[in-house]
């Protein structure tokens, strides 16, 4: 199995830092299966990872870090059921264009694709969509590595009861080793997005949320304008933007030159109202187009950042959202990334930010971390009069005692974590802190 040494390591948006003593990266199941026995045998701990996209510490290790970028195969297509098996280390853009060719789809994604799959489930990573549920919600079956190095399925038929604790799990009770993908026959978006004023879009939040298959609006703060996004499925026509267009927006726009302009309102904040509002008049649009499900959903990856995201009961959308906005003015905070609002529909998976409720996840994003921790602060305690639900993969500062009656499975969950690993090999900083009462 290839190994690596290295001096440092951090996550993608490098607000982590670690030294591992080495990155494993196996390519079978029975190598997985070897190093959890050797972690056992040595009294090693091990955290796995997918593109390390988390900006909360979940990946940091001292001892074994776990990469199954080797171990990213589709292992089967029921093409009938719309079902298919992969090796948990592969990327969704990876997965998107292998469903694609035997025409199927995900039902829903989050804004980019760079992720492992089970990077992506182990934190509820989500897209938008009120009758949608998260990315984990679209997962029927896994089969799990054990501290013990035993392996077990997880699914429909076998241990059915564990499905909804293993599917947002954190890395927590084991190494998800094969993935089983409930996904639908593929299909084209219709994308017909419009700028609108922010009262204006509040006005119309609810009949939009209730009439359009994935909505999610886009606002920078200091700016007049929302934008609208409103996809459908479609089985109109292919058409597609213009690959010009495309190209300049993707690599130029998004890359370059928005990445400049949050570099210049990172360096002088006092610029940034005016940025934003140049770039909502350059950015927010109306757009018409058709294309691919996956093409739709998500965007190229955008300049690094930091991110915090709660998700709330959805009939508190539009007062939570007023009072962000008032908070931003009152505080002088400058932020300089877009508040993306996105809807997500309850499900019953026990870690789930929106474990039996419908709701809708607010964010907070910036480029310029002046006063990031206080903003942090103010955002996390404004969701909190909401019962808000920290994002796992995204900043928090949450005290743990809050989450677990936020939680209502949360002791369940923790308890798991024990019998499935009472030595604690699959544990870190982070998850100690979390369920360490
Ligand atoms: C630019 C950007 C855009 C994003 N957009 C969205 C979005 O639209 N919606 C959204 O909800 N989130 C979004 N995120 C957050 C992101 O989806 C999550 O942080 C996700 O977990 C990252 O996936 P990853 O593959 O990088 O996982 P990592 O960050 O590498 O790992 C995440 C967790 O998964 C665990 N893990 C990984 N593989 C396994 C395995 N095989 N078995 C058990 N545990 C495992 C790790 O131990 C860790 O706990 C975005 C992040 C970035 C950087």
């Known amino acids: 199995m290839e190994s690596k040494k290295v001096d440092s390591f951090s996550n993608w948006a490098g607000n982590i830092k670690f030294k591992p003593e080495g990155v494993y990266y196996p390519e079978t199941e029975q190598e997985i299966v070897d190093l959890v026995n050797s972690a056992n045998k040595s009294g090693k701990k091990m955290r796995l990872m997918g593109a390390k996209h988390s900006w909360s510490a979940l990946i940091e290790t001292d001892d074994y870090l776990v990469s199954l970028d080797k171990y990213n195969n589709l292992l089967e297509v029921n ?90 799990s954190m890395g927590a009770l084991g190494i ?56 459908y499925r479609t089985k109109d026509k292919l058409k597609p933007r213009n690959k010009g267009v495309a190209f300049l ?102 870690l789930s930010p929106s474990y039996k409720r419908d709701v809708c996840y607010i964010a907070a994003y910036q480029h310029n971390v002046r006063r990031w921790d206080e903003f942090l602060q103010c955002f996390e305690e404004l969701m909190g009069q909401y019962d808000g639900r920290p994002h796992w993969g995204k900043e928090f500062k949450i005290n743990p005692e809050v989450l677990k009656e936020r939680y209502p499975m949360w002791n369940d969950f923790k308890d798991l974590m024990k019998k499935f690993d009472p030595k604690g090999v699959f544990q870190n900083v982070m998850t100690r802190h979390l369920f360490k009462n």
């Open 79 to 168: 093409k009938e059921a719309k079902q298919v098996t992969v090796q948990s280390g592969i990327r969704l853009h990876e997965l998107n264009e292998v469903l694609w060719q035997h025409g199927l789809s995900m039902s829903n994604l989050g804004t980019i694709t760079e992720q492992s799959v089970a990077g992506a489930i182990s934190t509820g990573t989500h897209g938008s969509g009120i009758n949608f549920g998260n990315i984990s919600t679209q997962v029927i079956g896994v089969t799990l590595v054990k501290a013990s190095g035993e392996v077990i399925a997880i699914n429909q038929k076998e241990n059915t009861h564990l499905l909804p604790a293993v599917q947002i």
């Open 176 to 231: 998800i080793s094969t993935i089983t993908i409930q996904c639908e026959e593929a299909f084209y978006l219709k994308e017909e997005s419009y700028p609108l004023s922010f009262d204006d879009a509040m006005e119309v939040l609810d009949e939009q949320l209730n009439t359009v298959e994935h909505f999610k609006m886009w606002w920078f703060a200091h700016a007049p304008k929302v934008q609208m996004y409103r996809w």
């Open 249 to 350: 927006e993707d690599k130029f726009l998004t890359n370059h030159f928005f990445g400049f302009l949050l570099k210049a309102g990172s360096a002088f904040p006092g610029l940034i109202p005016s940025i934003n509002k140049f770039i909502n008049l350059v950015h927010f649009k109306k757009i018409n187009r058709v294309e691919e499900s996956y093409n739709v959903f998500s965007i190229v990856l955008p300049p690094k950042h930091r991110e915090c995201e709660y998700a709330i009961p959805v009939e508190h959308a539009k007062e939570a959202i007023v009072a962000y906005k008032q908070m931003i003015e009152e505080k002088k905070f400058k932020v300089n990334f877009v508040v993306e609002i996105r809807f997500v529909k309850g499900d019953d998976i026990w």
